[in-house]
């Protein structure tokens, strides 16, 4: 049974960073891409970053370039989302999502649907 664990989410001031990690149990990507989403109340799902576990490719929603990272450790089964200059905008549940067959382009980011496994989430709260 696939499991996609998130932790590290918390309050931190605007400007704080956070770490956010994924660890995946019963599943193993291979060639294919694994990302992170966030809902806020009241809003659709955001893509946020997205990872090809085959290569180096990464992407990122527009609002987050430069001030969030995303890796993946393949020893570790697991993604981080390292997110640094935390804004007023940010704080929402964040999502892991694994298994998606295609991201070029960013396009998984777009579509939600090109993943097959999600996590519960961990709720990111910025304080101004």
């Known amino acids: 049974q696939v499991q996609l664990v998130e932790s590290g989410g918390g309050s931190v001031q605007a400007g704080g960073s956070l770490r956010l990690s994924c660890a995946a149990s019963g599943y193993t990507p291979s060639r294919r891409s694994m990302g992170w989403f966030r809902q806020a109340p009241g809003k659709e799902r955001e893509g946020v970053a997205a990872?090809?576990?085959?290569?180096?490719?990464?992407y990122y929603a527009d609002s987050v370039k430069g001030r969030f990272t995303i890796s993946h450790d393949k020893a570790k089964n697991t993604v981080y989302l390292q997110m640094n200059s935390l804004k007023p905008e940010d704080p929402a549940m964040y999502y892991c999502?694994?298994?998606?067959?295609?991201?070029?382009?960013?396009?998984?980011?777009?579509?939600?649907?090109?993943?097959?496994?999600w996590g519960q989430g961990t709720q990111v709260t910025v304080s101004s």
């Open positions: 990872i090809y576990t085959g290569g180096v490719s990464t």
């Open positions: 999502a694994a298994d998606a067959t295609y991201c070029s382009g960013g396009v998984c980011l777009r579509t939600p649907a090109y993943f097959t496994y």
